[in-house]
């Protein structure tokens, strides 16, 4: 069964630091591209951050962009994301997601159950 | 405010059908597949439609998309009360090297 099993999200100061994780599992990790999508309390989806399967190409949201930075380990089947300079509106849950094909242009398909990242004094 | 524009709610009968647009431009939906993701209160989305107007196995064919030009649409026929949820439209923006979603429409089946 593919799972993508999230951990790292809590509360934090503005401008402190958070590093969320995504382990996977059913699938060949290192085959697939991954992305971040958050979603604010009571709104929409929004696009975060993506990176290829090898981890040499990254993309990222303007809103994050400088403060936030994805990475992988493909030893460990495990996405990463470093967030930085954290505002009380990168608060959030976050979804780590798995695309229908190896590309970060192939469709989101598998969801993690999300984490949630708060931003408050 | 989000590059890709949908109605933010759209409503109908049970066995009525529904359309949901989906507005973009150029870089984003006039170059690029279109998907559609379904969101059930306190779930994960689920892909319901990929590349403009493919269906995943166990999405009902009441279900179909559709893309022309810089516009697509999610269509639902003979709604049921269980197709009450927020849809989200999506795509890769050339420009913005990022992918892009709809603010989402919120489907209430009266």
């Known amino acids: 069964e593919v799972q993508l099993v999230q951990s790292g999200g809590g509360l934090v100061q503005p401008g402190g630091s958070l590093r969320l994780s995504c382990a996977a599992s059913?699938?060949?990790?290192?085959?697939?591209?991954m992305h971040w999508v958050r979603q604010a309390p009571e709104k929409g989806l929004e696009y975060v951050s993506s990176i290829s399967s090898s981890g040499d190409a990254t993309f990222y949201a303007d809103s994050v962009k400088g403060r936030f930075t994805i990475s992988r380990d493909n030893s460990k089947n495990t996405l990463f994301l470093q967030m930085s300079s954290l505002r009380p509106e990168d608060t959030a849950l976050y979804y780590c997601?798995?695309?229908?094909?190896?590309?970060?242009?192939?469709?989101?398909?598998?969801w993690g159950q999300g984490t949630t990242v708060t931003v408050s004094s | 405010q989000s590059l890709l524009t949908q109605p933010p709610s759209a409503s109908a009968t049970p066995g009525q059908g529904v359309t949901i647009s989906c507005s973009g431009s150029?870089?984003?939906?006039?170059?690029?597949?279109v998907h559609w993701y379904q969101q059930l209160p306190g779930a994960p989305p689920n892909l319901y439609i990929y590349?403009?107007?493919q269906r995943p196995s166990g999405v009902s064919d009441r279900f179909s998309g559709s893309k022309s030009g810089t516009s697509a649409s999610l269509a639902i026929s003979g709604l049921r009360s269980e197709d009450e949820a927020d849809y989200y439209c999506?795509?890769?923006?050339?420009?913005?090297?990022?992918?892009?979603f709809g603010g989402g429409t919120r489907l209430t089946v009266l």
């Open positions: 590349r403009n107007n």
């Open positions: 999506a795509a890769w923006d050339d420009s913005l090297s990022a992918w892009v």
């Open positions: 997601v798995r695309p229908e094909g190896s590309s970060w242009l192939d469709c989101f398909d598998i």
């Open positions: 150029n870089s984003n939906i006039g170059s690029n597949y």
């Open positions: 059913g699938f060949s990790f290192r085959n697939y591209a």
